[in-house]
C-alpha cells in the first residue's frame, strides 16, 4: 500500500463524531507523515496534542473493543488483558505499545494490524488516557512509620517486595495501578472490590472440617485454594458437604480507631516508596 | 483476483515445497489418479455410520445428529475410560484453537488444525504420516482473529479444505499435497473460510466467513475434481431479487450486508436440500443504516442441491443487532410429532431459542427459551420472536450468544436434543461505524458482566423444548456434544473437561482433565481393530480414548 493510499485510509476511516473526525483531519493536516521504518521512534509524535487519545478512543471502540472491552478493561474469559493495567508492567513504554498493537502478540490471537501509523500513535495516545496510574498523586504519609505500621497490620497477608504474606495481593508497585482513594476506600471496605484470584470462599468437608480461603480456579469437578493458612490446596467437588462464597473478604475491615488518616497516609507513602 | 495473482499463489503454494519443479511435471498425473476408485464415494457418505470404522463427514452422516450407534463404550464401562495417545499439533494457538472433527477411513485420521496446518494421523498410535502448512499472507483480515479450521470434507482420495485466506483446496490424501486450488473471495476485504466442506454427490459445498466486514456472504458449490464453482447462492439478495425488500433500496448497502456462513450445513438426499444457517448482517450492532429484516440474515436456508436456489428460509432474530450469528449445525430428524410424522430440522440459536421447524416446507413448529435470555420470552404464531429487550436494556446474551457454532447432538430414541448453554449478561451500545474495507465494522461496543456468567450442558425434550436435565459448568462454554446409542452423552467444557454423562438422568459418569478449553469441538467416536475409540480436540492436543484392552 502506498503512503497516499495510507494517508487516504486515515482520512476516511473515522467518520464517526464529528468532532473527532475534524481533530483527525486536522492531526493528519499538521503530522508529517513518516515511513514506517523511520517510524520505530522512541516516543509518541502526537503526546502533547489531547485531541489524539479522543481519536483514538473511537478508533479502539471500532477496532479493539471486540476483545479488549469498551473500557479497555478486558475480558478475561477470552484472555484478552486488562489494557489499563499494562503501563504498570516494567519495562512498558509508548513504543513498545506502538510494536503490539503493529505487529500482534505472537503466540496469542492478538493480530497484526496494517493501521496508518498516525492511528497507531492515536491508539497509543487513548490508551495512556485510560491508564489506572495514581503516580501522579501527592504522597504525604512518613515513610517509616508506614513501614513500621505495614508490618504490624498488612505483612501477614500482602507482600511488598522480599517481605510478606502471599493470601492477599501482591502490593508492590500497587500505587501505580489503584488510585489513593482506591486504596483507602479497599482497606475501610475489603469487600468493595475484591480482583480475580483472591475471591473468598468457605469450604466444609465430608470430615466435617471448614476450610477458610481465597479461589485460584475451578472446574465442574475440582476446585483449587489458597487456604487461611496460606497452603496451596485442592478439593474434589464430590467429598465437599457445602461451599459458601456469599461471605466477606478474609481481609478485615480497618475502622478509623484501628488505623487512622495519618497513619493510612503512612502505609500508603511506604508502599509508594517500595516500588 | 486477475489470473496473474491466481498464478502468483499457485506459484508460491509450490515455492514451498522441496521439489516445485517435480511436483509441476507430475500435477496433470495427481489429478487424474484423485479420479480413481479408492477412498469412500459419495454412497459411503451417504451411510453415515452404517460403517463404524469410518467417519466420513463433520457430523459423521448428513443428518447433523452426531449421533452414533456404537455401544462398546457404555453406561457400565466408561468410567474406566482412558486415553490410549496425546497428537500435539505444535502449533502455537492458545484460546480459541482446535475447532476440527477429524474424519477417519482406514484406521487413517485426517485433521486440520487452526492457521491452516493439517496432518493425516495414525489412529492406532497418534503418529503423524504428513503435515500440511499453508503459507498464509500477513495481512489476513478475519482469519487473523479467528484462524481456527472445523475440519476437512473427503471424497475418494481427496480431501477438501477452506483457508483463512478464503480459498477452498483439494488435497491427496495420500501426502497432502494440493491437487487444487481456487479463491472463494478476496480475503483484503474481510473474508476468509473456516467451515468443514460438506461433500455431496460431484460437489463440494461451502460457506465463508466476514460478517464484521463490509461482505456480503454467500454459499458455494464447486467440482470436486476440477474445482471448476458450479453455483454460487448469495445470502444477501442483490437490488430487485426477493428479500431485497427487507433492506433500504442501496445497492451499496446490499453488497456489504455481510450474513456469512462460516459453520457446515447438513443435507437431506431424498428431498435433495442443503441446510445452512447465516449469520449477522453488517454492521453487528448499529441497525439504523439497515431498517427492515434484513433477510436472509441471521436465518436457516434450503437450498436445491443441484441449483443452489433458494427453496425456504426461516428467519430466527430479525433485524439482528447483537451479532447473534444463526451458523449453527442444522440437525435433521423424522420424528412423530403431534401424532403424524414429520420431516423436521432442529436448530440450538445463538438467542437463546431452541426451534423445532418442518424441513420440507419451513413451517415453524416449535420455538422455546433455553436459557433466560430476556432479549424474548417467546415466539408468536406468525414465527416471529416478541422482543423485549434489543440489548441496549442490559443483560441479553451476548454476542457469543446463548449458544455457539459447538455442535449438538440428537438422541432419536429418547427424542432429546443436546446442546451448550451459555448464562450471559451483556449490554450493546450501537455507535454509527465507518465502513472501510478490509477494516471490521461493528458498529459499537458492547459491556460484558464479567461477575455474570456460566455454563450448561442440557437435554431438551424437542416435542416442547422444555428442559429435562442440566449438568452446569463455572463458566460459558463452547464445548460441542456427541451421543451414542449406547446411552452416552460425550461433552467438553471450558475449564478442559472432556465428560460422559447417562443421557437419561444426566448423571456424570466419567471425566478427563484435558488441559485446556474445549472450544467449538464436538466428539467423533469410531471403531478400529475392534475397539471403540471417542476423540476430543484442546488446546492444540488431539487425544484419543478407549476402554483398557483386556
Given amino acids: 500500500m502506498s503512503q497516499e493510499a495510507q494517508h487516504h485510509r486515515g482520512l476516511s476511516g473515522q467518520a464517526s463524531p464529528i468532532l473527532v473526525y475534524s481533530a483527525l483531519c486536522l ?73 503490539r498493537i503493529q505487529g500482534g502478540v505472537q503466540g496469542s490471537i492478538m493480530p ?25 498523586e501527592e504522597f504525604r504519609g512518613n515513610t517509616e512509620n508506614g513501614a513500621g505500621l505495614f508490618a504490624d497490620f498488612c505483612a501477614d497477608c500482602h507482600r511488598v517486595g522480599r517481605e510478606g504474606g502471599s493470601l492477599g495481593p501482591n502490593l508492590g508497585r500497587i500505587t501505580l495501578r489503584r488510585t489513593q482513594a482506591a486504596l483507602r476506600s479497599s482497606v475501610r471496605d475489603p469487600n468493595s472490590t475484591i480482583d480475580r484470584g483472591y475471591k473468598p470462599i468457605s469450604l466444609t468437608t465430608v470430615g466435617g472440617d471448614t476450610v477458610l480461603g481465597v479461589i485460584k480456579s475451578e472446574d465442574a469437578f475440582s476446585i483449587q485454594i489458597l487456604d487461611s493458612d496460606q497452603r496451596l490446596r485442592a478439593f474434589s467437588k464430590s467429598e465437599l458437604i457445602s461451599s459458601d462464597r456469599a461471605i466477606a473478604s478474609l481481609m478485615p475491615a480497618f475502622a478509623e480507631r484501628q488505623l487512622n488518616e495519618t497513619q493510612l497516609d503512612d502505609i500508603l507513602n511506604y508502599l509508594h516508596q517500595q516500588q | 483476483m486477475t489470473h496473474k495473482r491466481k498464478l502468483q499463489l499457485i506459484l508460491g503454494e509450490m515455492f514451498n515445497k522441496p521439489f516445485f519443479a517435480a511436483f509441476l511435471f507430475i500435477f496433470p498425473a495427481m489429478v487424474a489418479v484423485a479420479q480413481d476408485d479408492s477412498g469412500p464415494n459419495y454412497g459411503d457418505i451417504l451411510q453415515g455410520f452404517s ?58 485420521l485426517y485433521v486440520t488444525g487452526s492457521n491452516n496446518y493439517a496432518w493425516a494421523i495414525d489412529a492406532r498410535t497418534g503418529r503423524r504420516f504428513w503435515q500440511y502448512r499453508r503459507n498464509l499472507p500477513e495481512d489476513l483480515t478475519y482469519g487473523a482473529s479467528a484462524p481456527v479450521n472445523r475440519g476437512f470434507g473427503m471424497l475418494g482420495n481427496s480431501l477438501f479444505m477452506v483457508t483463512l485466506d478464503a480459498h477452498l483446496l483439494a488435497f491427496d490424501r495420500r501426502n497432502g499435497d494440493i491437487l487444487w486450488d481456487v479463491e472463494l473471495a478476496d480475503y483484503r476485504v474481510g473474508y476468509a473460510a473456516t467451515g468443514a466442506p460438506l ?31 458450479l453455483w454460487r447462492f448469495n445470502t444477501i439478495p442483490g437490488p430487485g431479487e426477493p428479500g431485497s425488500e427487507t433492506w433500504p433500496n442501496d445497492p451499496e448497502i446490499l453488497a456489504r450486508g455481510g450474513g456469512g456462513t462460516w459453520m457446515n450445513g447438513s443435507y437431506d438426499p431424498e428431498l435433495n436440500l442443503i441446510y445452512w444457517g447465516v449469520g449477522n448482517p453488517n454492521p453487528d450492532y448499529y441497525g439504523d443504516s439497515r431498517p427492515g429484516d434484513n433477510l436472509y440474515s441471521n436465518s436457516l ?18 433485524h439482528d443487532l447483537n451479532d447473534w450469528d444463526s451458523n449453527h449445525m442444522p440437525v435433521l430428524a423424522d420424528i412423530e410429532w403431534q401424532g403424524q410424522q414429520r420431516k423436521v430440522v432442529m436448530v440450538g440459536n445463538r438467542n437463546g431459542f431452541f426451534y423445532v421447524l418442518d424441513r420440507v416446507s419451513g413451517e415453524f413448529l416449535l420455538g422455546k427459551p433455553f436459557t433466560g435470555t430476556t432479549w424474548a420470552r417467546e415466539i408468536g404464531a406468525d414465527g416471529r420472536p416478541i422482543v423485549l429487550n434489543d440489548g441496549s436494556k442490559g443483560c441479553v446474551p451476548d454476542p457469543w450468544g446463548s449458544t455457539n457454532f459447538m455442535p449438538p447432538s440428537f438422541y432419536p430414541e429418547l427424542g432429546l436434543f443436546y446442546l451448550t448453554a451459555r448464562e450471559t449478561c451483556a449490554t450493546f451500545v450501537p455507535e454509527e461505524p ?20 456460566s455454563g450448561a450442558l442440557r437435554a431438551l425434550d424437542v416435542q416442547t423444548g422444555e428442559l429435562r436435565w442440566e449438568f452446569t459448568y463455572p463458566s460459558p462454554t463452547f464445548g460441542g456434544v456427541l451421543t451414542t446409542a449406547a446411552g452416552l452423552v460425550f461433552a467438553g467444557d471450558h475449564e478442559g473437561n472432556f465428560m460422559a ?28 481393530d475392534g475397539r471403540q475409540y471417542v476423540l476430543i480436540p484442546s488446546g492444540t492436543t488431539l487425544t484419543a480414548f478407549a476402554l483398557p484392552e483386556r
Avoid at chain 1, 478508533?59 to 504498570?88: E, N, V, Y
Avoid at chain 1, 493501521?115 to 501522579?136: K, Q
Avoid at chain 2, 497428537?87 to 477411513?105: A, M, S
Wanted: aromatic share 10%.
Fill in chain 1, 27 to 99: 492531526l493528519l493536516a499538521v503530522q508529517r507523515y513518516t515511513p514506517r521504518a523511520v517510524l520505530a521512534q522512541q516516543t509518541n509524535p502526537l503526546a502533547s496534542d489531547p485531541r489524539a487519545a479522543a481519536a483514538g478512543g473511537v478508533i479502539f471502540r471500532a477496532q479493539c473493543a471486540t476483545c479488549h472491552g469498551a473500557d479497555a478493561k478486558g475480558i478475561s474469559s477470552i484472555d484478552a488483558p486488562d489494557l489499563t493495567l499494562m503501563w504498570t508492567q516494567p519495562g512498558m513504554s509508548e513504543n513498545r505499545v506502538f510494536s
Fill in chain 1, 112 to 136: 497484526s494490524h496494517d493501521f496508518p501509523d498516525t492511528e497507531i500513535w492515536m491508539l497509543v495516545s487513548y490508551l495512556r488516557s485510560v491508564a489506572v496510574s495514581g503516580a501522579t
Fill in chain 2, 51 to 108: 460403517d463404524p470404522s469410518r467417519w466420513l463427514t463433520y457430523s459423521g452422516d448428513y443428518s447433523g445428529k452426531r449421533h452414533s450407534p456404537l455401544t462398546q463404550i457404555n453406561t457400565e464401562n466408561v468410567a474406566s475410560l482412558r486415553p490410549v495417545w496425546t497428537f500435539q499439533t505444535g502449533t502455537t494457538t492458545r484460546g480459541r484453537g482446535f475447532e476440527t472433527t477429524p474424519l477417519v477411513d482406514d484406521g487413517v
Fill in chain 2, 301 to 318: 436456508v434450503a437450498l436445491d442441491a443441484d441449483t443452489g436456489e433458494l427453496q425456504w428460509h426461516y428467519q430466527f432474530t430479525p
Fill in chain 2, 434 to 453: 465507518s465502513l472501510v474495507p478490509g477494516q471490521a465494522s461493528f458498529g459499537g461496543v458492547i459491556f460484558i458482566d464479567p461477575e455474570q456468567g
Fill in chain 2, 501 to 528: 454423562f447417562d443421557a437419561v438422568s444426566g448423571e456424570n459418569l466419567w471425566h478427563y482433565q484435558t488441559g485446556s478449553r474445549i472450544w467449538g469441538a464436538g466428539a467423533m467416536t469410531h471403531l478400529l
Fill in chain 2, 199 to 229: 461433500v455431496l454427490d460431484g460437489m463440494v459445498i461451502t460457506g465463508v466467513s466476514g460478517g464484521e466486514y463490509a461482505t456480503r456472504g454467500f454459499i458455494d458449490a464447486y467440482d470436486p475434481t476440477t474445482g471448476e464453482r
